[in-house]
Nanobody, 118 residues
Framework: QVQLVESGGGLVQPGGTLRLSCSASGAIFSVYNMYWYRQAPGKQREMVAVIRYDGRTNYAYYVKGRFTISRDNVKNTVTLQMNSLEPEDTAVYYC????????????WGQGTQVTVSS
C-alpha cells in the first residue's frame, strides 16, 4: 500500500495562489490514480481533482479553471496548483491514491490545511 505525505498548505489572501504537493512511497506510483480531496469544517469530504495513471485529468466544477493537477512519475509526486483562491476553498486538503485496476485499499495522506482569508 502506498504511503502519502502532503505539504504546501497555509494562509493566503483571496485571489492568491498556493501549491500543494503529495509525495508517495512504498509502491509503484505510476499504476495509481491520484486524487485531491478537501473537507471544510462541518462539511463532507469532496473530490477536487484526479489525475489518472495515464495522465487524464478531471476537476470538480467548483475548481475548474482555477486549479491544476499534475504528476511526476519519476519523483513520485502529485501537485495541485491553486490559483484565484476564494474563502470557500478553505479546507483540509487530502491526497488519495487508488490503484488503476481497482485492487487493494485506497490510501490517504494526513491532510494539509488551506485557509483563504483577508
Amino acid at each position: 500500500q502506498v504511503q502519502l505525505v502532503e505539504s504546501g498548505g497555509g494562509l493566503v489572501q483571496p485571489g492568491g495562489t498556493l501549491r500543494l504537493s503529495c509525495s508517495a512511497s512504498g509502491a509503484i506510483f505510476s499504476v495509481y490514480n491520484m486524487y485531491w480531496y478537501r473537507q471544510a469544517p462541518g462539511k463532507q469530504r469532496e473530490m477536487v481533482a484526479v489525475i489518472r495513471y495515464d495522465g487524464r485529468t478531471n476537476y470538480a466544477y467548483y475548481v475548474k479553471g482555477r486549479f491544476t493537477i499534475s504528476r511526476d512519475n519519476v519523483k513520485n509526486t502529485v501537485t495541485l496548483q491553486m490559483n484565484s483562491l476564494e474563502p470557500e476553498d478553505t479546507a483540509v486538503y487530502y491526497c488519495n491514491a487508488q490503484r488503476s485496476d481497482g485492487s487493494g485499499p485506497a490510501s490517504w495522506g494526513q491532510g494539509t490545511q488551506v485557509t483563504v482569508s483577508s
